[in-house]
């Protein structure tokens, strides 16, 4: 290929190969793009799973183009701001703000236009992943659920904060300390401040001696706090040793069990696990984020 700029005069072909490889360049340099994407891929997969009409479908297809295309804009926007002017300006920051914040409304209103077309969707799901995992529930099936689920307890990671804050503080590893505690403690009175505004009833059938209405279902506590609390462990396993990356293998397993557990044990509805895990997640990240920030300034 020649070493020339696309005019809008190639061939078809050439013309989706120029398109395809601007998308792999955005693809390359915008973490935000790539989680974007990602969203984007499970929300597609959930609308053909979930019994949505066709206009439903055909709008979360629109705002997953809007939202994808807004993040590509603004990445070739600020690029341009860059070589027109390499230096530092206030008023090109001011710009690429403004910019960024057009992308984040954009990000808002497709989570609430979701949120009114899958969440209810997801409630009518329920009922049928509950039968569904009912027909394959067996005793040593519940006893291996009773198992996993001890790891997202909130008694067993609330001792394993216990015992690492100590040690923590001595080895002065205070941002670490910070993102625990603020993963786990605040990840709790989350958990338990949402259950008591939706204040949704557990499934009517509990496999560990619970009763109906005895706490709230949604979200899943221990999706929620397995997700924060092991999203921490694994990144204060390997923040320092890159060669320990396999161990994200291990938190994404032992997380997926623990959420799995809830819906074998007939603990929670389906929908609830499902919120738990992003909410723990979003959490977590969201921590983070500050946890960084504030420890950067410090420094």
Do not use: C
């Not at 997801?122 to 005793?139: C, E, H, I, S, Y």
């Not at 002065?172 to 910070?178: D, F, G, N, T």
């Not at 320092?240 to 161990?247: F, S």
């Amino acid at each position: 290929m020649k070493d020339e700029y696309y005019k809008g005069k190639a061939a078809l072909v050439d013309r989706i190969e120029h398109a395809l490889r601007g998308i792999w360049y955005a693809w390359e340099k915008e973490h935000n793009l790539r989680f974007e994407v990602l969203a984007a891929l499970a929300v597609l997969i959930g609308m053909f799973i979930l019994p949505l009409a066709a206009l439903e479908r055909a709008v979360l297809v629109l705002i997953i183009a809007v939202v994808l295309g807004l993040e590509i804009f603004n990445s070739v926007f600020e690029r341009m701001l860059d070589l027109i002017h390499p230096h530092f300006s206030p008023e090109v920051k001011r710009i690429k703000d403004t910019m960024a914040g057009v992308v984040l409304l954009a990000v808002l209103a497709s989570l609430l236009i979701g949120g009114f077309i899958l969440i209810p969707a997801f409630l009518a799901f329920d009922p049928v992943v509950f039968q569904l995992v009912g027909n394959f529930r067996t005793p040593s099936l519940v006893a291996f659920a009773r198992l996993v689920t001890f790891f997202g307890n909130w008694q067993l990671i609330l001792a394993a904060v216990v015992i690492a804050s100590p040690w923590l503080l001595y080895k002065k590893r205070h941002e670490i300390l910070s993102l625990l505690l603020g993963s786990v403690v605040g990840g709790e009175t989350i958990v338990v401040v949402i259950k008591a505004v939706v204040e949704r009833a557990r499934p009517p059938v509990f496999e560990i001696g619970g009763t109906a209405g005895e706490w709230f279902s949604f979200p899943s506590g221990h999706a929620f706090l397995g997700a924060a609390f092991w999203l921490t462990v694994g990144y204060i396993l390997t923040y320092r040793n890159t060669r320990r990356t396999y161990l994200w293998i291990f938190v994404g397993l032992i997380t997926a069990l623990i959420a799995v557990s809830r819906l074998i044990l007939s603990l929670h509805w389906f929908s609830d696990i499902l919120g738990g895990l992003l909410l723990g997640g979003v959490w977590f990240f969201f921590w983070f984020g500050i946890n960084r920030r504030v420890f950067a300034k410090i420094r």
